[in-house]
């Protein structure tokens, strides 16, 4: 049989990959989160189904983003935010696992930008030192608070009851209009929409939230 016949045989009879999909919701729902956090988050949410058909997370994402000039650097993806900024929040119905794998129990968190640090302990965890920390509601200090790295660290590892802090890494946009659910190159789920900043800005962005380092 001919290679190109055969390859395309081999096609056909290859199950249809079933992509996730993304549905709206309404305004966060936690009435008990503070009332502070509840003001800074738009007021519909985005429920991100994997390619299994479950529910993976639930987002709210901030209404307006602090944002600063775009900067160059090697392994920076999103420069514009500035570190500890708060993006929005993210729930987790029936828990997750962070992109460490450490299990994350059912719940809401924040999440706030941080850059992974440029030493040798980290070296081949993800090609880009972005990354969204997730720190348990309770604990955050609200939305307009600067963290320093090292505290946040300790409240993020909170989240996943460690001392390491729970980490979802940021990726590259993937093509076609946002919002949108997509899977990277290394089969990763992700989800990409675009974030409002203070200044009247639009920061498209791309956020892994099921898939682990390849350690």
Not at 134 to 156: E, N, Q, T, W
Not at 192 to 202: I, Y
Request: proline share 9%.
């Amino acid at each position: 049989m001919r290679p190109r016949l055969l390859a395309l045989l081999l096609l056909i009879a290859l199950p249809a990959f079933a992509a996730g999909k993304l549905e709206t919701t309404g305004e966060f729902p936690d009435s008990s989160a503070p009332a502070a956090l509840r003001a800074a988050l738009e007021s519909r949410g985005y429920r991100v189904i994997g390619s299994d058909g479950s529910v993976l997370c639930e987002i709210w994402l901030r209404r307006a983003v602090p944002a600063r000039p775009r900067a160059e650097a090697e392994g920076i993806f999103y420069s514009e935010l500035a570190p500890s900024a708060l993006v929005g929040v993210i729930s987790y119905p029936k828990g997750g696992h962070d992109f460490r794998g450490q299990t994350i129990q059912p719940g809401a968190y924040t999440l706030r930008y941080e850059l992974l640090p440029n030493d040798g302990n980290h070296l081949g965890v993800a090609p880009n030192r972005d990354f969204l920390l997730l720190v348990p509601i309770a604990v955050d200090p609200g939305p307009d608070a600067a963290i320093p790295y090292d505290r946040l660290v300790k409240l993020s590892a909170q989240a996943a009851g460690a001392n390491h802090p729970a980490p979802l890494s940021l990726t590259l946009l993937p093509a076609g209009n946002l919002p949108q659910v997509f899977q990277t190159g290394n089969s990763y789920e992700a989800f990409a929409a675009t974030l409002a900043t203070q200044s009247g800005g639009k920061l498209p962005f791309a956020l892994i939230v099921k898939g682990e380092a390849q350690q």
